[in-house]
């Protein structure tokens, strides 16, 4: 049986009450009220809307959040992960949303989605590296510092989280992401691309031993997490978490593009997230996974470019991402001589 | 000499969307497709005529480095490697006509190049991955081929640079 898309209209809000009655059986006059879009494009969209229901005589109330997959993505996620991610997180001590429910294929809502916990705050990237007031944005990008201490801090079963990855080693979890983004690569390019093949050789025979093995955001940059004032109150956007080297994460937050550098310099980022993490991190490491990241942005831009140009992506914004291949090449130059230096005074 | 040229028309037509039409389309989806497409033809407009010579330079660089780098590596393996053997026969079939067209390319020299650019680029993509295996890598002759490859890399992001023309602020 085929399911109605998902749209705005009045039976949207029964759906999703029916989603909650099935992911708490106990649950009692449930109401969805407030639905309101909050943003939407081919590959995500998201409704805000307030739930209510009596739960073994309590009353509960929550601000809540849900996210539904388009068909127009551009990187291949799957919901149920992220919703299980964050279950795992939930009472872990991370500022992260409450998973509260999810439809893993789309049946009852009409696209897999998940309901989460709304936050507070905004998550407006532009915002936050416009401003003005630079103490307080150096204090927000220290608690950036101290939030993802803490996401990389939490110990995760490995068998639990996915049963394929049972008995790997640290260091074959963190090559998982290498050969994920190389199979990537080799899937999506449009052309030879040898700068880049090679790079991805030099990945493989660079790749440093993990410290520790724990759960990689992903995605973690400005734009994905929400901040009042100085605080960050909540990291968004799971679809691209993993579990392995957690540097992986303080290369992408300092990615060119949407860095905070002007704020907090990388080194003192680092440094922070090293206080706070009871360890240090080599400097190589983090040089590494700088490379790594350029690679990776690489990659999306590749598979935008080819979404684009095979006609399964009509929005523009893909048209010409593959002019953006060449800087990260010329970055992943730069940084592999700075990786050299560093790892030949060690 | 063809006034307008190709970049002067593709300039005027993004002034021309930007002043006239973009005013008129208010937010969402529309305008989002519209800045996109004002962005795409800003580089379009600073790259236009730069392919002919980037594909000539980049081939005449790569067709110098594969074919020293694999004569170093046929002088200085021994036994020869087949694959390198089999790399080189590759370079030297790069002389002969392929007239298959390319998507959207018109001019025949100019698509000729851009098949001799791919080959090559694929060419040096095979001889990297295979300087790189753990048999390889313990011998000096492919160290120092990796390191020339490293020179070409650096030589080639270069080019593609000048030639795709994006903005620091486009990444």
């Known amino acids: 049986m085929s399911t109605p898309p998902v749209d705005a209209s009045d039976d949207l809000a029964a759906r999703i009450a029916q989603l909650i009655a099935c992911s708490e059986p106990a649950a009692r006059d449930i109401t969805v009220r407030g639905l309101a879009p909050m943003f939407g494009g081919n590959a995500r969209k998201a409704w ?75 998550a407006s990237a532009v915002d936050f590296l416009k401003r003005t007031d630079v103490a307080g944005a150096q204090a927000l990008t220290l608690d950036l510092a101290e939030v993802v201490a803490q996401l990389h801090a939490v110990d995760w079963d490995v068998a639990r989280f996915d049963r394929t990855l049972a008995g790997l080693s640290p260091r074959a979890l963190a090559e998982r992401q290498v050969d994920h983004w190389h199979a990537t690569f080799l899937a999506q390019r449009l052309e030879p691309l040898p700068v880049m093949a090679g790079l991805f050789g030099w990945l493989r025979e660079h790749l440093p031993e993990p410290q520790r093995i724990g759960l990689v955001h992903g995605d973690l940059r400005p734009g994905n997490f929400l901040y009042e004032g100085n605080r960050v109150t909540g990291l968004l956007d799971w679809e691209m978490a993993h579990l392995g080297d957690p540097i992986e994460d303080l290369g992408w937050i300092y990615r060119p593009m949407w860095s905070p550098a002007r704020f907090v310099p990388l080194r003192d980022f680092v440094q922070r997230y090293d206080t706070l993490a009871g360890r240090v991190v080599p400097w190589a490491d983090v040089l590494y996974y700088r490379i790594f990241s350029e690679l990776k942005f690489a990659c999306i831009s590749l598979t935008a470019a080819r979404a684009f140009h095979t006609g399964a992506t009509r929005n523009l914004r893909h048209a010409d991402r593959a002019a953006t291949v060449a800087p990260c090449l010329q970055r992943c130059l730069d940084w592999i001589a700075l990786h050299r230096q560093e790892t030949h005074h060690v | 000499m063809f006034r307008p040229t190709a970049g002067e028309l593709i300039a005027g037509i993004a002034d021309s969307l930007r002043e006239t039409v973009l ?44 074919d020293s780098t694999l004569t170093t590596l046929t002088a200085e393996l021994q036994p020869l490697a087949p694959a390198v053997a089999d790399l080189r026969a590759r370079l030297l079939a790069q002389g002969a006509t392929d007239t298959t067209p390319l998507p959207s390319i018109n001019d025949p020299a100019l698509a000729s190049a851009g098949r001799t650019n791919e080959a090559l680029q694929a060419l040096l993509a095979d001889l990297d991955h295979w300087l790189r295996q753990p048999a390889q890598q313990a011998l000096a002759p492919c160290a120092r081929a990796l390191q020339t490859l490293a020179s070409l890399y650096r030589r080639m992001v270069e080019r593609e640079l000048t030639a795709w023309a994006t903005q620091a602020d486009e990444d």
């Open chain 2, 23 to 66: 005013p008129s389309v208010s937010g969402g989806a529309a305008q989002r497709q519209l800045k996109a497409a004002l962005h795409a033809l800003g580089r379009l407009q600073r790259s236009w005529d730069r392919l002919p010579r980037y594909l000539a330079d980049d081939n005449a660089d790569l067709q110098q480095t594969l």
């Open chain 1, 48 to 122: 805000s809307f307030d739930l209510r229901y009596q739960l073994r005589g309590q009353s509960v109330a929550l601000g809540c959040v849900m996210l539904s997959q388009g068909a127009g993505r551009q990187i291949d996620t799957d919901v149920a992960q992220e919703f299980n991610v964050l279950h795992g997180l939930n009472g872990k001590g991370t500022r992260v949303p409450a998973a509260v429910a999810m439809d893993a294929r789309g049946e009852i809502v009409g696209a897999p989605s998940i309901v989460l916990q709304r936050l507070p705050g905004q």
